[in-house]
């Protein structure tokens, strides 16, 4: 497949797993409110939000994988592509490790720092630990295989998965709301969703990435300190655009005297992020 093709196939593949994404939400989100109660809808969301902090655990190697692997890729060098993956998935598991860490401590906290009630509490810690599992203790080092094929330019495939994910979420979702389930079978039904989507990552990276190879005997400190050096600097660029994000500092900016001043923040905000994304 020509450089054309292939940037036309991820091209549709993008917009095709945005309309599915943004189709399932529409319809799937009042059938679980429906279904589950505005209560526990809003402790499923709150979980998830907290829970979406610690995604920073990724330290930026997440965007090293994509940026080393498709250098390899681009001169061919299979083995320093195979010495990046297993040195990075050492680190992945080393990151896993301190998220279960930290998801132990919010577990003890959550309760009394969100001021779930008592008749809630029960509910809050399954999900908090099912949706951990799914979201980070899980998910992130398995990422490592997915943005393996990011580097390898295979966006169509990792599209094509995600829709197979959101499809196994939306009707398993749908089916145990329906048998009077509740929001711990949707936490259990997501986790599902979530493993076919990640192993199938593993399984297209072996299949589609010709000679792969991820074992302790290809770790490579050398590889180690390069790729850190450039993860440290997109970790700093990822907290700088969730603070800048966050409605608190934009309210704040937004109320600044000096309008020069936040015209300068919202243009150096677009660039950032213009920048971030062709990193």
Known sequence: MNRTAQFAV??????????????????????IITHIGKDDFGLWSLVISALGLLNLLDLGFGTGVVKYVAQASASGDTARRNRVLSTLGLVYLAISLASLACVVALAFLFNGVFGIPAS???????????????????????????????????????????????????????????????????????L???????????????????GLRVSHRLIDKTILK????????????????????????RFTLSRLRSRKTYICWRSSLRTCSGRWRRI
């Open 10 to 31: 991820n091209a549709f593949a993008n917009y095709a797993r945005m309309f599915v994404s943004i189709a399932a939400v529409a319809v799937l989100t009042p059938y």
């Open 120 to 190: 809630q509490q029960q509910n809050c810690n399954a999900l908090l630990w099912i949706l951990s599992v799914r979201f980070v203790v899980l998910a992130l080092p398995l990422s490592l295989f997915r943005n393996a094929l990011y580097g390898e330019q295979k966006v169509h495939l990792i599209n094509a998965l995600q829709v197979v994910s959101t499809a196994i979420y939306a009707g398993g979702s749908w089916l145990v709301l329906r048998q009077g389930y509740g929001v711990i079978a949707l936490a259990w039904i997501n």
């Open 192 to 210: 599902a969703a979530m493993l076919v989507e990640y192993l199938g990552y593993a399984w297209f990276a072996y299949a589609k990435m010709p």
């Open 226 to 249: 390069e790729t850190a050096s450039f993860s440290s600097a997109q970790f700093l660029i990822n907290i700088a655009a969730l603070i800048c994000r966050s409605p608190a500092w």
